[in-house]
């Protein structure tokens, strides 16, 4: 039995990528959720995750943590799931473009933290800010066109666009400049059924945690 351990869908980035990936696959499984900035939050997490972070996937309480990771358990448990694509270059390129939003894009995380229900266009677009975006836009540009899209390796859904939902999300809610291309990814992703069942969630759920609805300093 996997149980999917989770913080707010308004707020968790990395909650979001295995909760969409999983969901998109059809796997069966059961949400926890662990409010972010409440007194037992830390107790709460650390009590199932040594990394004391979400999110943590429950396989019949055997814990693996990090987005990541969680990912590549889902492979290696089915591998005919298709969490990333078929062709062995065509894997070897969507692990790459994980690896590097799962270790980058240092100024457009601080920058333009994850509020799907906000729209603050403009905020965060320093030039640090801005340098990521670009190489994102960039990286799907090239991806769509060489695999056609909607998604990044094709037809599709991968663990590959999973990584990259929630900066779908931050270049919503931040009006972030992007190329047509970008444009029309975003659109696909936000069309998603799984992704679409996240947003509305995160848009439903009244809670609001002034820590992360804070604005950032757009100087």
């Known amino acids: 039995m996997l149980e999917l351990v989770i913080a707010d869908k308004n707020y968790s980035s990395w909650s979001m990528r295995p909760w969409v990936l999983m969901r998109h696959l059809g796997l069966d499984f059961t949400e926890r959720l662990i409010r972010l900035d409440q007194p037992d939050t830390a107790a709460r997490i650390t009590a199932i995750s040594p990394a004391g972070r979400v999110p943590v996937l429950l396989d019949d309480g055997f814990a693996v943590w990090d987005s990541l990771a969680i990912m590549e358990t889902l492979a290696d448990r089915d591998p005919a799931a298709r969490v990333w694509p078929a062709d062995l270059r065509q894997r070897a390129r969507a692990r790459s473009v994980a690896a590097e939003m799962h270790a ?36 799907w540009s090239e991806l769509l066109a060489a695999y056609g899209g909607p998604f990044l390796f094709g037809a599709d859904f991968t663990a590959a666009d999973a990584m990259y939902a929630p900066v779908v999300m931050r270049f919503v809610t931040y009006a972030a400049p992007l190329s047509a291309a970008a444009q029309a990814y975003v659109a696909a992703v936000q069309a998603l059924p799984a992704v679409a069942e996240w947003i509305a969630a995160a848009h439903a759920d009244p809670v609001e945690i002034a820590k992360y609805d804070r604005p950032h300093n757009a100087a």
């Open 104 to 139: 980058g894009f240092q100024a457009l995380r601080g920058g333009m933290s994850m509020n799907i229900r906000k729209r603050s266009p403009g905020l965060g677009h320093t030039p640090e800010v801005l340098a990521d975006v670009a190489r994102i836009d960039a990286m």
